[in-house]
């Protein structure tokens, strides 16, 4: 592979998609689940999801236990039960820069929960580069090189927005594990994998003029595999390459990005927008309005 540096050209391919929405994106964190908590930082409420209508005030760094009961959603205060009336429930922080509770982790935005047939759905639903702020943490040591990071947040980006609406059936994007992107909320965000993606916020791959979902794994053992081999078909900009993490088990699927590949490469001195142009062929990098 030829090592070449970023240059006016490449910069030109940076195109921006005005008419692309701010992405918005909803994450499921718990589903299917009797009972769960919430709380808050700072005073936050809790809505009714149908109507707009106050009908709680959360203090902050209390946790509350709520739980489906028959149809509704109950919250525990002092010991005891009082149902919310409704079985569509939001919280929404009352200040800036308030972190909510769940799943022993902070999150960002805000926190949908649902009670379908008697069990919770719980939702984190934020801005697309603060949910990215993490996933690259939780994707990838974040002691490994910035620049791998920088390409993990165009990958994780490009991933996301491709795949808006992959979920709604369950009424969400994408779940918060590796079966979509790995997503630790709040708590796993670092000093360097937020720079990364304040580095590189908005920009995707594309190609054909649309945002690919940018496949990545942990590792290759030494060569990516074309997603025809794992899939039902070929991806015109996925072929099979060598991955540069020899040496490392394999873990994954083996299609696009290998994530310890990226790093070796980034320790050779590689950029992110090399590192991606290296995994995914043919592809351009263009801007999308996002916000942050």
Known sequence: MTRFFVNFALLLTLVLMSAAPSFAIKIGLDDGVRQTYIGSSKQSVVVDGKTGKVLYTLNSFVPYTIRAYNNLIVIK????YYSFGT????????????FLATKRKWYRGELIVYNINKKLVVINDLPIEEYLLGVVPSEMPAKWNIEAHKAQAIAARSYAIANLGKRKHS???LKDTPLDQAYGGASAETPQTSRAVMQTR???L???GKVIPAYYHASSGGKTVSSGAVWARDLPYIKSVPAYDEGIRKNGHGVGMSQHGANNLANKGYNAY???NYFYKNVKFSVVKTQL
């Open 206 to 208: 594309t190609y054909g």
């Open 202 to 204: 908005g920009i995707v």
């Open 77 to 80: 205060i002092d010991g005891k």
């Open 171 to 173: 009424g969400y994007d």
């Open 274 to 276: 090399q590192i991606l």
């Open 87 to 98: 079985n569509y429930i939001k919280v929404k922080p009352k200040e800036k820069k308030c």
